[in-house]
């Protein structure tokens, strides 16, 4: 059965460090979502890819994150430099693309912690 | 504004025991999708079920059985006989027909714990 990947699946940085995740959605899925997910409370969007373009980045921190998807398949999500408040759990997601309401598929997460 | 509400922060029950999850949900919209996904320890979010607004019909797919109220705006979810592999965060989603890229609403969760 497709999976969505996510690397790494923990990361463990000082504050001012950069770091970066990767994710890898379901082969054929256009539509790939960055989720952020602090602990107790339930995931809320980052920022949204179509294809290669960014299409809601409305709640992403541009001052210090950045999300590329170039070749509109994997993404990159990047924080530089890193703040303790960033300590989340950041999921990727992707579905098909024909729909909203189409299922979208997460990948297992990548645990951040920044000391 | 858009905004899912679950208010039960954890649930624990005996192993054969049922379970229902309430979900309440703010929308303007009269066309919606909503969502259950089940986060187990591991952390990968599992989807469960869909309703769409416009289908009221409550089914039931194997332990799996869900009550969805418009006139009360709650989309509730149960699961009958419930089983230690259960136990895991559940989230009730939404997303609006007005949202043009389909951004999942989530509520806070319920945390269920199955003990045998």
């Known amino acids: 059965e497709a999976e969505v990947a996510q690397s790494p699946r923990y990361k463990i940085t000082e504050k001012s460090q950069a770091v970066a995740f990767w994710c890898d959605p379901i082969?054929?899925?256009?539509?790939l979502y960055w989720y952020r997910q602090i602990l107790g409370q339930g995931p809320e969007l980052l920022v949204q890819?179509?294809?290669?373009?960014?299409?809601?980045d409305s709640q992403l921190p541009k001052d210090r994150f950045s999300a590329e998807r170039l070749k509109g398949v994997d993404s990159t999500l990047k924080i530089q430099p890193a703040e303790l408040g960033d300590s989340a759990m950041y999921l990727c997601?992707?579905?098909?693309?024909?729909?909203?309401?189409?299922?979208?598929?997460f990948g297992p997460g990548t645990r951040l912690l920044v000391l | 504004a858009q905004k899912v509400t679950q208010a039960q922060t954890e649930i624990s029950v005996v192993e054969k025991e049922d379970v229902t999850l309430d979900c309440v949900y703010e929308?303007?919209?009269?066309?919606?999708?909503l969502f259950w996904y089940k986060q187990p320890p591991s952390g990968e979010l599992v989807f469960l079920i869909r309703?769409?607004?416009?289908?009221?019909q409550n089914e039931i797919s194997g332990r799996y059985s869900w009550n969805f109220q418009k006139s009360t705006s709650s989309f509730n979810f149960t699961i009958t006989a419930s089983q230690v592999v259960d136990s895991a965060v559940y989230f009730c989603?939404?997303?609006?027909?007005?949202?043009?890229?389909?951004?999942?609403?989530f509520g806070a969760g319920t945390q269920v714990v199955v003990t045998p």
């Open positions: 997601a992707s579905r098909l693309g024909g729909q909203v309401q189409e299922t979208q598929y």
């Open positions: 082969s054929g899925h256009a539509t």
């Open positions: 890819f179509q294809d290669e373009s960014v299409v809601d």
């Open positions: 929308t303007r919209d009269t066309t919606y999708y």
């Open positions: 309703r769409n607004s416009f289908d009221e």
């Open positions: 989603a939404l997303i609006s027909s007005t949202d043009s890229w389909g951004k999942l609403q």
